[in-house]
């Protein structure tokens, strides 16, 4: 990977330092945040190309700059594979991440102040699900849904209660701290019932969704976004999905709405990634990711750690610290994040349903294996990593515990190197 970067190394050392510094970070500690991925050398390779070159501002073969056949080319290739791998009437590639890709549908769709319906945030929903901080939550009147206070899953038949009750111009489905499976038929049709637009986020799931391990919201729901850099594991951005009637609106939100010209070296290295996602190695690769979801889940239980929904039928786990009997009361994600940290093994402090305390000292810790799966760790690494994260846990102030796995972890991401 570093052979990759030999001029910057020769041109500007400084940066280059850093660069390096981040990689022997990347490969020498086990990175858990669901919403990350080791992206291909192909696509960071078309990511790092002379297609950022270009002023493309417009749609292919609609540009406002001369110069753009090849950059026509390569946007429309990333369109036709979008809509392939994910069974779309359109696709817009041009938005330059998830949130964006949101407001872009927002603003399509709607008007400001008008009634959106989405996911509690503390309960799994997005910052651009209505976050008061964000200008979705500024905007936009919004409504929540959240989980049952025993499963910790969403019940449907309250959902559509909540929908009947509020009459929402538009629900949106798709989170980013979720384990269990979600029923986009049934959203799109409560949805349907209720006169709203039915939006599916299915930023972190993207990838299980090309790989078939996770239901698709199409081509049924109306409008959906992603990024392309969680499960996916394409380069950082997003893409926006959507049936042929909202198309035009869609379009002109992203570009001239909101977005000046697009990032044509991400479009190229979408392309890449989508190519990458249809092959069948991708779907071993999803289904492998679920599988080690599973067994790390099962070994944390075992272990005495509470997990939200007791867990997963995806990528990502949320530890339940307060109902964890070593540890036992809230706003312990940080610390026990950070503990882990200590050993090498990332993850992030996460709110947990119906969490007591804030979001700045949450009481739960989110995890996942879209990571380690692409390293190529399996059922038995997992039940390690497993053993590993509840010993910490277990043992928060035992200092001595986490110097020795960090040793430990060290040893085995030498033998699960990706780049
Ligand atoms: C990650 C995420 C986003 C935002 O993506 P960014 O690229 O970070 O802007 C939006 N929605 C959901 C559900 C996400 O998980």
């Known amino acids: 990977m570093i052979d990759m970067i030999e001029n910057i190394q020769k041109e500007d050392p400084e940066v280059f330092t850093i660069i390096e510094k981040e990689m022997e970070r990347q490969r020498n500690q086990l990175n858990l945040i669901p919403s990350e991925n080791y992206c291909s050398r192909a696509v960071l390779e078309a990511s790092g190309s002379i297609m950022t070159n270009k002023y493309a501002e417009g749609y292919p073969k609609k540009r406002y700059y001369q110069g753009n056949r090849f950059i026509d080319?390569?946007?429309?290739?990333?369109?036709?594979?979008?809509?392939?791998?994910?069974?779309?009437?359109h696709a817009n590639v041009q938005p330059n991440s998830g949130s964006p890709a949101n407001m872009a549908v927002y603003f399509a769709l709607l008007e400001p102040g008008d009634k959106i319906l989405g996911m509690n945030l503390s309960h799994g929903g997005h910052l651009t699900h209505g976050s008061p901080v964000n200008f979705s939550g500024k905007f936009y009147n919004f409504a929540e849904y959240g989980v049952?206070?025993?499963?910790?899953?969403?019940?449907?038949?309250?959902?559509?209660?909540?929908?009947?009750?509020?009459?929402?111009?538009?629900?949106?489905?798709?989170?980013?701290?979720?384990?269990?499976?979600?029923?986009?038929?049934?959203?799109?049709?409560?949805?349907?019932?209720?006169?709203?637009?039915?939006?599916?986020?299915?930023a972190h799931i993207a990838g299980l969704i090309a790989g078939k391990v996770h239901p698709s919201p199409l081509p049924f729901t109306d409008v959906v976004t992603t990024t392309t850099h969680k499960t996916l594991r394409g380069p950082r951005s997003a893409i926006i999905l959507c049936k042929e009637k909202f198309a035009k609106k869609i379009d002109m939100a992203v570009f001239?709405?909101?977005?000046?010209?697009p990032h044509e070296h991400t479009i190229a290295a979408k392309a890449v990634a989508f190519a990458e996602a249809m092959k069948p190695e991708f779907k071993d690769y999803t289904q492998q990711i679920v599988k080690n979801a599973k067994t790390l889940a099962e070994t944390l239980m075992e272990n005495g750690i509470k997990l939200v929904s007791n867990g997963?039928?995806?990528?990502?786990?949320?530890?339940?610290?307060?109902?964890?009997?070593?540890?036992?009361?809230?706003?312990?994600?940080?610390?026990?994040?950070?503990?882990?940290?200590e050993?090498?093994?990332?993850t992030n402090a996460n709110t947990i349903p119906f969490d007591p305390s804030t979001p700045f000292r949450p009481s739960g810790i989110r995890l996942g294996t879209p990571i380690l799966t692409t390293c190529g760790m399996k059922k038995s690494e997992m039940k390690v990593i497993g053993e590993w994260i509840s010993k910490i846990l277990n043992n928060l102030d035992n200092q001595k515990i986490r110097q020795k796995i960090k040793e430990e972890v060290r040893e085995l991401c030498s033998r699960f190197v990706f780049y």
């Open 73 to 89: 080319d390569v946007e429309t290739l990333a369109i036709e594979r979008a809509k392939k791998l994910f069974n779309a009437e």
């Open 256 to 261: 001239p709405g909101i977005q000046g010209g």
């Open 312 to 341: 997963t039928d995806n990528h990502l786990i949320l530890m339940d610290l307060i109902n964890t009997k070593s540890v036992g009361k809230d706003g312990m994600g940080k610390h026990g994040a950070e503990a882990l940290e």
């Open 148 to 202: 049952d206070r025993e499963t910790e899953r969403l019940d449907m038949d309250v959902v559509r209660k909540i929908a009947e009750k509020e009459k929402p111009k538009l629900i949106v489905s798709g989170y980013t701290a979720y384990p269990r499976l979600i029923d986009f038929k049934e959203f799109h049709s409560i949805a349907e019932d209720v006169g709203a637009i039915s939006m599916a986020d299915i």
């Open 343 to 346: 050993a090498g093994i990332i």
